[in-house]
Structures are given as C-alpha cells and as structure tokens.
C-alpha cells in the first residue's frame, strides 16, 4: 500500500501543457488553485502562468518561461528544457476537461486524508467527544462547501447570470418558486421559502405557531416530496406525529385519544397514516438543543439523506455554549438567530424558525393592537437577521369554549390575520387564514365548514385567486 497522497503528476502535466497550446483552456484553468497540484514545481508554473492572465498577457512557451526567469523562479521548476518537455505532452488540448476532473478529483482526496489525519490526532487528544466530534464535522463539511465558495467578482461578471434567470423567469414564472407552502397568499408573496433564507414566524402562546409550522412541513413534505427535519424543544416526537397524522387526516386530535372517532373519520386516520408515512420529515425532541448542535445534526442529515426545510419550534428554548457569566437572554437569542440564519445560508435551505412574542402587545391599551417586529422577545438581531417576519395574530375577541362533559379548554375555530412584516426580497402584506381547533390546522379561507367562500383579503402586488385556484393544503 502506498503511503503518499493520491496524484498523478502525468496529468497535472498534461494539464499545464493544454493552456500552453490552446489560451481557451485558460478560464477552467484559472478556477483551480496551486494545491490542486501535487508537484511543487508545477505550483509554481500554475502561479506563473496565472500571473500571466492576471496581466492579460497571452500564455505560451516564451511568456511562461520569461515569466518564471524574471520572478527568479525558472531554475528551480527544472529550467528551458523541463518547460520543454511539459510543451510536448500532448498533441491537442482535446483531453483538458478530463485532465482537470482528475486534478480536482486528486486534490480532494488529499484533502479528506488531511481531514482524516486532523480528526485522529484530535480524537487521541480529546477530553470532550462532542467537541471531537462537531470538529470532525466542520472539517468534512467544510471540504464538501470550498468548492462552492467564490473569490471576489466584478458585479459586471454576475449580469448575464441575472439576465438568464429573468429570461427563465419570463419563459417559465415557476420556474424560480421555492418550497410552496400550501397557502396560496403566503406563497404569493414570497414565491415559496427561498434557500437561503431565515423566516421568523411569531405569535403568542396558544395561537398556533407549532401547527402553522407543522401544516407548512407537512405540505412541503407530502405534496413537495421535500426532505425536512423539525427540531421541537417542546413537544415530543408522539405528539407530534399524532398532531401530524390527525391535521392531515382532518379528525380531532382530542376525539383519537379517547377511542371516540367514527368509522369513517378511522378510515381518513389510516389513509393519513399512510401519507404522513411516506414523507420524509425527520424529528427531534431534544430540549434546550443549542444553534450548533441543531447544525450540526442538518449538516449531517443534508450530507447522507438531503435535506430541503428545516423547522426549530421555538426560538426561545434553545440553550448556548456561551459559558460567559455575562451572557443574557438577549444575547443567547441573538447568538442563536444568527446561528439559524447562517446554517440557512450554509446549507442553501430555508430555515423556518418560531418564536414567541412578548406581552407588549396585551399592555397596548385602546383597540386589538396587532404584532410588530418590536414585539419579538428579546428581539436585538432576530428582525435583522431574518429574510421574512411573519406573525399571526388571533382577535382579543376571540374566547375558548368549555366542553361541559369535563370543563376542558379547546381553542376554537377563529379567523386568523397572518401579518408578513418584514420581506427582505419581496413585498409585506396580510392575508387571512382559518384556523380549525379540532385539527389543529390553519386551512386557506375558500376551505371553510359547510362550503361557504370567503374573499381573499387584499395581498400587494399578486392578483386574487379563484376558488378552482386553491389548492387542498394537503
């Protein structure tokens, strides 16, 4: 077994010899990098010759090789006659593209026994295994994301990549939609969740943030074929699956725990069971989870299963590795929103993230007063962070009902205002949904018990949907 690195110096040869013989081999050749080359002496002939290009200087035999005399560097690659011997490689430049996959194929397997020498060496010192581990991590991560990270480029490079996407966008409108959510007006407004972005959805206790969230991973999930995970520091994993199968299957939670469901409302169960069992949502319920270990799990997830939506329910239970004795809830949350928005980033997924508002909305005195981004608990950098803030507000009105077999409380149906009060890309707006107690399920407004169709409240910018327009959320 050899025990040096993977390369093939005939290759990185090869390689060099194409651009000396053909200048159009220069572009995929300048988007390597010096490491890409086992051989130090073809490093230097790669830093050369993209001096070369740097200056818009022609690269041939004679530049090259006055380039490297004059930079001092021209005896230690082997002098004229191994700048010779490179020249004659080759007949053509027909193979490049070949001699370039096998360079980078080279250079990561370098990296990854690098990865793996700095893993062990970290693993043999290790007092803390989780630490070990997350660093494991990071640096496998780490490699599978440096080709993807871009050096600085003229805006004028990046304009025909816009024009291209207009172009797509003008030919094929869906054709640049994110994950649809179900929600026709929600879906307007943002053209589904973007990758990339960090969306806040807000609301008080009780009003029904967890089974938005989970109406909008289900739908991702059942009607999208998306990958999503859903990180509850809340409920368990049980209940949530009953919540779940139950939304979907339009039955009441309640009525399924006490045995009390007819035969029909047991046939939508299994045949939900059935939907929810062929989606894939993976779930965790481990409380006071921190930012990184949240990361961490995605990372993982994306890298052996995919991952498309990730949901954190909520904002405020997640805990911190931040041991200051200074630290503050205030920074915690800020520390953590950061976190989620940087992982949305990271791993070119939207990152839907609850969190609970303060009571400054009940202080306000005079009429129903509904959410604004101050009303995000210890707020700081939530609203900065965030691409989309939205919240959902339920009317003071609106009261629960008593059961009067047990005296127990259940929300009832209401009228909800879904409030988007910050839209990095896009428009702000209101709409309305209706939200349905027994299923804990906020169902668009056309979907209303006994047939009955309502207008869709005015959204900015997007025309009205039919009633033949909406589509079952699930």
């Not at 040096?4 to 159009?24: F, G, K, Q, R």
């Not at 210890?378 to 962070?385: N, P, T, Y």
């Amino acid at each position: 077994m050899k025990n040096e690195s993977p390369h093939s110096l005939e290759t990185e040869i090869c390689a060099i010899a194409c651009v000396l013989l053909d200048n159009d081999c220069l572009g995929d050749f300048s988007r390597l990098s010096s490491d890409c080359f086992y051989s130090p002496v073809h490093r230097m002939i790669y830093d050369a010759v993209i001096s070369l290009v740097n200056d818009n200087t022609a690269v041939d035999f004679a530049t090259l090789s006055e380039r490297l005399q004059s930079t001092g560097k021209l005896d230690g690659v082997g002098g004229l006659s191994y700048l010779n011997t490179i020249s004659d490689a080759v007949p053509s430049a027909a193979n490049f593209k070949h001699y370039i996959e096998v360079l980078k194929k080279y250079h990561l397997l370098r990296r990854l026994l690098l990865a793996g020498n700095e893993i062990v060496k970290e693993s043999l010192a290790a007092s803390d295994e989780q630490a070990a581990l997350k660093k494991a991590e990071k640096l496998i991560f780490d490699i599978s994301k440096e080709d993807e990270r871009k050096e600085l480029t003229l805006l004028a490079d990046e304009m025909p990549k816009v024009m291209d996407l207009i172009d797509r966008a003008t030919k094929d409108p869906a054709s640049l939609r994110g994950i649809t959510t179900g929600y026709y007006a929600l879906d307007d407004i943002t053209n589904g969740l973007q990758k990339g972005d960090l969306i806040i959805l807000g609301a008080r206790p009780s009003v029904g943030k967890t089974s938005l969230g989970l109406n909008i991973i289900l739908n991702a999930a059942i009607n999208g074929k998306k990958k999503c995970a859903v990180f509850s520091l809340e409920m368990s994993k049980m209940g949530l699956a009953l919540r779940a199968a139950c939304s979907v299957a339009k039955v009441s939670s309640y009525k399924a725990m006490r045995g009390d469901l007819d035969a029909d409302e047991l046939t939508k169960l299994v045949r939900a069971n059935k939907k929810v069992a062929g989606a894939e949502i993976y779930l965790d319920e481990m409380s006071a989870l921190t930012s990184t270990e949240i990361m961490r799990k995605c990372m993982r997830l994306k890298r052996e299963q995919g991952l498309d939506l990730v949901m954190v329910d909520y904002l405020g239970l997640m805990g911190t590795t931040n041991t200051s004795k200074n630290v503050t809830p205030q920074i915690v949350v800020s520390e953590n929103s950061r976190a989620m928005k940087v992982m949305a980033k990271e791993l070119d997924i939207p990152v839907l993230l609850l969190a609970q508002l303060n009571r400054g909305i009940e202080a306000r005195r005079g009429q129903d007063s509904e959410p604004v981004l101050s009303d995000l608990r210890d707020s700081g950098a939530i609203e900065q962070d965030a691409d989309i803030v939205m919240f959902i507000h339920k009317p003071k009105e609106e009261q629960t009902e008593i059961l009067p077999e047990d005296g127990q409380k259940f929300s009832r149906d209401y009228r909800a205002k879904v409030i988007i009060a910050k839209h990095r890309n896009g428009p702000t707006g209101t709409f309305d949904l209706q939200f349905k107690g027994e299923w804990t399920s906020f169902l668009n407004p056309t979907h209303n018990e006994g047939g009955h169709k309502e207008n869709l409240a005015e959204v900015p910018m997007f025309p009205k949907k039919t009633s033949a327009d909406v589509p079952d959320v699930f």
